[in-house]
């Protein structure tokens, strides 16, 4: 579904990301891990075109998006929900999901069921059911992670990138992100997932890759990464 | 003294002066709503928005003896629309890809010299009368005489600014709009062209201008420099009410075209500007955010 090759890409004269390459079948779940700085942002803002690619291709469902801004990559089917939330403040937890599905609401993706698609997304996330009418701006930390899922979803994505669901929360919301992705899973939902808990991202995921200074270190399937003395010792020590 | 205040407040010329300081100031709102329009989706403005509100004026005199005056105001809101895109795409995109400050600023007030250039070589530099569309006989409430012209400016701005509002509130346009503002990055996410929306705030800004410019016209005179003051007293009404409140710079609005037909009248006309002027210093030296703003005037 979505397979990245030899991607190069930073910030201005600065390069962070040196000939990435990685896959994300359809259907999978895939994580990328590393530690601070690695560049696990830098990456996805790549794919997502937050920033545009110095090199490399970026194929989504057969097509190359790279270099392509970023609501075109969305308009075909990449959702991004980014580090830090960003939410909308000043918009309602309802306008923030209805922007979600933009595309969907403006024709440039099968419109579907917008409306049912709300109601799914809060009986995902039934804290935002609560909220609904509350600007976005006056939630805590993670109700607004749990907005941000929820809002990259309305999409109906082909894709959905996710950056550290999880960064931030309390250890039982943290838990709660988790079994969401899981169950995000079972629904076959295409992931690619960015996580500091890197065992419980491993845990979850079919796929990993290990990010190091701009450029993949190891990867393989998740159990065996997990297993990986190497992995293990450089990420699964302080975080498990 | 207090006497005679006091024998002010009850006397029928305080009530009309009041009247065409709301009518003044609902159009300095106007303007000033329109530089906000454009602040929030872009944190820049156009500082040729008099000049937007001249040729509005302009190009309904010219349209209005074909039709009417009121078909002749969808004429005007399309010219307005056309005319803050080209602004838009000639003076801003490029300083914005830029991150120049220095660059929209010199950009906006050189297409406005422009445009008033354009205008006094196209209508000529003297002023015109512009035909008022309804009987100019005052109105008379309680012996307090008041122009329909004045009754059509003030509920004219008001419909515009409430349809403006509604129109981000509820349609998912407006939505996307409100989003660009929020988080220009997190907006493109959603698939939102956020390129697109800061041309049509910009659009949208011309439009509310060049409607202001025909409302005005018919109580004023109409001519290429009619826009220039306008524009920056405006610009003063958005920086007391803050540019990023809506409600903000009508009241900063309102408040300028009172103080200024009361101070016209009871000291004189040729210290009129002083008050609003002292108000604006006042502002920027107590609240720089604006009386209703948040923190945005540091940008500009
Ligand atoms: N906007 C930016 N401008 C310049 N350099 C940046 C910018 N954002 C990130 N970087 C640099 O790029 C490198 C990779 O950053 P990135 O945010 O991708 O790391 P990360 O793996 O997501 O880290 P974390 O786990 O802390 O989120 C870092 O050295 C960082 O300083
Ligand atoms: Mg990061």
């Known amino acids: 579904m979505l397979q990245v090759e030899n991607l190069i890409a930073g910030y201005g004269k600065v390069q962070v990301l040196q000939s990435i390459s990685l896959n994300v079948a359809k259907g999978q779940l895939v994580t990328l891990i590393g530690s601070n700085g690695a560049g696990k942002t830098t990456t996805l803002r790549a794919i997502s075109g937050m920033i545009t690619p110095e090199s490399g291709t970026i194929m989504l469902g057969g097509d190359n998006i790279a270099g392509l801004s970023t609501h075109q990559i969305t308009r075909r089917g990449m959702a991004h929900s980014p580090e830090g939330r960003r939410v909308f403040p000043t918009l309602t937890v309802a306008d923030n999901l209805e922007l979600g599905a933009f595309p969907r609401l403006t024709g440039a993706r099968p419109r579907g069921e917008v409306k049912a698609d709300i109601e799914r997304m809060i009986a995902l996330f039934p804290r935002l059911g609560e909220r609904r009418q509350q600007l976005a701006g006056t939630l805590s930390g993670g109700e607004q992670q749990m907005l941000a899922m929820a809002r990259a979803l309305m999409l109906q994505p082909e894709v959905l990138l996710l950056d550290e669901p999880s960064m931030g929360l309390a250890p039982r919301l943290v838990e709660e992100v988790f079994s969401t992705i899981a169950r995000l899973k079972r629904e076959k939902i295409t992931m690619l997932l960015v996580e500091q808990f890197a065992a419980a991202a491993l845990d979850v995921a079919d796929y990993g890759y290990v990010l190091e200074n701009g450029r993949i270190s190891v990867h393989g399937p998740a159990a065996e990464l997990k297993a990986s003395p190497a992995v293990r010792a450089a990420y699964l020590g302080a975080a498990h | ?300």
């Open chain 2, 1 to 300: 003294m207090f006497e005679y205040l006091l024998s002010q407040l009850v006397s029928p010329v305080f009530w009309q002066l009041i009247a065409s300081g709301v009518a003044v100031g609902m159009i300095y709102g106007v303007i000033a709503f329109g530089y906000q329009l454009t602040f929030a989706t872009s944190k820049t403005l156009n500082f040729g928005q008099g000049e937007a509100l001249m040729l509005g004026a302009l190009v309904g005199l010219t349209v209005a003896p074909y039709t009417s005056y009121w078909l002749m105001l969808p004429v005007v809101a399309a010219f307005g629309l056309l005319q803050g895109s080209v602004v838009e795409r000639l003076g801003v995109r490029q300083a914005i890809k830029i991150k120049s400050e220095a660059g929209w600023i010199m950009a906006t007030i050189a297409l406005g010299i422009i445009f008033k250039n354009l205008a006094e070589n196209i209508w000529g530099r003297d002023d015109l009368k512009f035909p008022p569309p309804i009987s100019e006989k005052p109105l008379s409430f309680h012996g307090v005489n008041v122009l329909p012209m004045e009754l059509v400016i003030v509920a004219g701005a008001i419909i515009m600014m409430l349809l403006i509002e509604l129109f981000n509130r509820r349609s998912i346009y407006g939505k996307a709009v409100v989003a660009t503002s929020n988080d220009r990055d997190a907006a493109g996410l959603m698939g939102i062209n956020t390129g697109l929306v800061i041309t049509f705030s910009y659009a949208l800004s011309s439009l509310t201008a060049a409607i202001a410019g025909v409302l005005v016209a018919p109580v004023t005179l109409t001519g290429a420099t009619m826009g220039s003051a306008l524009g920056l007293k405006a610009f003063a009404v958005a920086i007391i009410g803050g540019l990023s409140s809506g409600f903000g710079v009508v009241v900063g609005g309102l408040i300028l075209g009172i103080t200024e037909t009361l101070t016209g009248y009871y000291f004189s006309t040729g210290y009129k500007d002083v008050p609003g002027l002292l108000l604006l210093l006042a502002v920027l030296s107590i609240k720089p955010s604006g009386l209703f703003g948040k923190s945005a005037i540091k940008k500009v």
